[in-house]
């Protein structure tokens, strides 16, 4: 079992930056591949960043990828996404999500487990 929470969204310009972090509980952390997903009223939840146990093999959507970096620190039980030169477009709310023992996943019905979310709001 393992619980998540995130934090650090927020309101930002657009050209910003802003860090979430999702705390872990339990001692089986690093067993899992995490994820970060993000959804906006009307849309399904889609995936933005992903992390194997081991930190060797990190994957992003292509609308992030070079702008959101993904990281994590299995002594803190906690998994970074950091995310510059933010655009309105990524405004959503953000969720963490574990998967137990498997590659990095990018269909959210296939998470384990979830965070609350945490809104981001890009203003232009």
């Known amino acids: 079992q393992v619980q998540l929470v995130e934090s650090g969204g927020g309101l930002v310009q657009a050209g910003g930056s802003l860090r979430l972090s999702c705390a872990g509980s339990g001692r089986t952390f690093s067993r899992y591949v995490m994820g970060w997903f993000r959804q906006v009223p009307g849309k399904e939840r889609e995936f933005v960043a992903g992390i194997t146990w081991d930190s060797v093999t990190t994957r992003y959507a292509d609308s992030v990828k070079g702008r959101f970096t993904i990281s994590r620190d299995n002594a803190k039980n906690t998994v970074s996404l950091q995310m510059n030169s933010l655009k309105p477009e990524d405004t959503a709310v953000y969720f963490c999500?574990?998967?137990?023992?498997?590659?990095?996943?990018?269909?959210?019905?296939?998470?384990?487990?979830w965070g609350q979310g945490t809104q981001v709001t890009v203003s232009s």
């Open positions: 999500a574990a998967r137990a023992l498997s590659a990095i996943w990018t269909n959210s019905a296939q998470s384990d487990y």
